[in-house]
């Protein structure tokens, strides 16, 4: 029950930074198109983009790719202990990277409304105002944080919870 709506958010933050993505592709080309055909680039084509979509694209769809078990795992050693062991140190793993998600939320949610308060900016070609772009980091790590403890509790009720993704055969889109 509570899966569904942390699916969702997933979902949706991924959205977003499909979308995100699609801009930055757009804004580069005609940055492209600009300079070359008509000798004129898009002004602070670098600081929009590094500022705004990059942003996006890296933080938004973190709880996506944890909800596919995508992450890069180191799991020799977790090969070989008992199923039991393994499911103790899941969970262990879990509640830490949760406890350190929920204080970059925190950190990053203070950040954002300080940027916001004082109307940072950031120099360069132009003047981009970056405080928005600041709060999709908060946004993207409480989404992680959420997805992290679903899988501590999967882990400590389902016996049968395995943190490995599929082949690429049998992964469905996440619903």
């Not at 993704?165 to 889109?173: F, N, T, Y």
Request: aromatic content about 12%.
């Amino acid at each position: 029950m509570i899966e569904r709506p942390i699916r969702f958010l997933a979902n949706a933050l991924t959205f977003i930074a499909g979308i995100g993505l699609m801009l930055m592709m757009l804004q580069t080309m005609a940055d492209v198109v600009m300079a070359n055909f008509f000798g004129r680039p898009i002004r602070g084509n670098l600081e929009i983009v590094s500022v705004y979509h990059m942003v996006l694209v890296v933080f938004l769809p973190l709880a996506f790719v944890e909800l596919r078990h995508e992450h890069i795992v180191v799991d020799l050693m977790a090969q070989l202990l008992p199923k039991p062991v393994l499911r103790v140190c899941l969970v262990f793993g879990y509640l830490v990277c949760a406890v350190f998600f929920g204080i970059l939320a925190y950190q990053t949610w203070l950040d954002a409304l300080n940027a916001w308060r004082v109307n940072e900016i950031m120099m360069g070609a132009v003047y981009v105002t970056i405080w928005p772009a600041k709060f999709a980091l908060p946004v993207g790590f409480a989404a992680i944080f959420l997805a992290v403890l679903l899988h501590a509790w999967k882990a400590l009720v389902d016996p049968d919870f395995d943190p490995r993704p599929g082949s690429p055969e049998d992964i469905k889109p996440i619903a």
